[in-house]
């Protein structure tokens, strides 16, 4: 994705520059924190590990961040089209979900906790996999544009119809 956002970079696309940059910079992130080579777990270790309050603490609030970040790219999006909007939209709760199944780890002492947590992680992948659906079909789409295949599906343009531009209509 960074790779990607990069090549967004160069060609001028400043919003999707920034969605790649962030997102593959937090996929790597979260990938180095949960890959048991390296041990994040470590520092942790006086509190409970990857049980503990803290560890999962600090798990949860990268949520909430990327939860807020997901957000902010969510309204940018509003004047792009509608599988962006979805996109960002599962991300939000996604992240949203997530966090909520972290902050409740700690305090998990019986079974009903844990599948509680379960459920919310159910709830957040199923989140999830809108903002993937919506994401492969942003691709799709992306790719029959660049090699010149006409395309059939539907982009659902929003950028005449939410915030429109009022003076660019009036001299047209």
């Not at 019986?110 to 999830?128: E, M, N, P, V």
């Not at 492969?136 to 005449?160: C, K, N, Q, R």
Request: aromatic content about 14%; proline content about 3%.
């Amino acid at each position: 994705m960074i790779l990607a956002g990069l090549a967004e970079f160069v060609l001028g696309n400043t919003y999707p520059f920034a969605v790649f940059i962030i997102y593959g910079a937090h996929w790597g992130s979260l990938a180095y924190t949960q890959d048991p080579i390296h041990r994040t777990t470590i520092a942790f270790e006086a509190e409970g590990g990857a049980e503990g309050a803290a560890y999962n603490s600090s798990q949860a609030f990268h949520n909430v961040t990327m939860c807020i970040v997901s957000f902010i790219l969510l309204v940018g999006s509003l004047r792009i089209n509608v599988p962006f909007v979805l996109t960002f939209l599962g991300l939000v709760f996604l992240f949203a979900f997530i966090a909520a199944a972290d902050f409740a780890v700690p305090n998990a002492t019986t079974a009903a906790d844990l599948a509680h947590i379960g459920y919310l992680l159910k709830i957040g992948g199923g989140f999830g996999m809108l903002g993937v659906i919506c994401g492969w079909y942003l691709a799709l789409l992306t790719v029959m544009e660049a090699v010149g295949i006409p395309s059939f599906l539907p982009v659902f343009d929003l950028s005449s119809k939410v915030f429109a531009n009022k003076n660019a209509a009036k001299q047209a």
